[in-house]
């Protein structure tokens, strides 16, 4: 059950990070593409939604699991960084 949670937490965090480099707006510039508006808002929420499961983690006291998802956000960021955005 540690395992799935860990899972589920990884999932979410690397779709918050993939949503939130898609709407970026000087990787879109760079990249040639249209500008997307996203509001402050939704900016600080998609950043809460990246680290709320790893402070989920640490509070049900999954201190291994939170290493995994650390690991694993931190390896995911690096592979959004290197492509390039998609015209969403």
Do not use: H, Y
Request: hydrophobic letters at 55%; charged letters at 15%.
């Amino acid at each position: 059950m540690i395992l799935v949670g860990t899972i589920v937490a990884t999932l979410v965090s690397t779709f918050a990070i993939w949503l939130s480099s898609q709407r970026d707006p000087k990787r879109r510039r760079v990249a040639g593409l249209k500008k997307v508006e996203t509001s402050p808002l939704a900016r600080w929420g998609l950043l809460a939604l990246s680290f709320a499961p790893g402070a989920i983690l640490l509070a049900i006291g999954n201190i291994s699991g939170f290493i995994c998802w650390f690991a694993a956000i931190t390896v995911t960021g690096w592979i959004v960084a290197v492509r390039r955005p998609s015209a969403v």
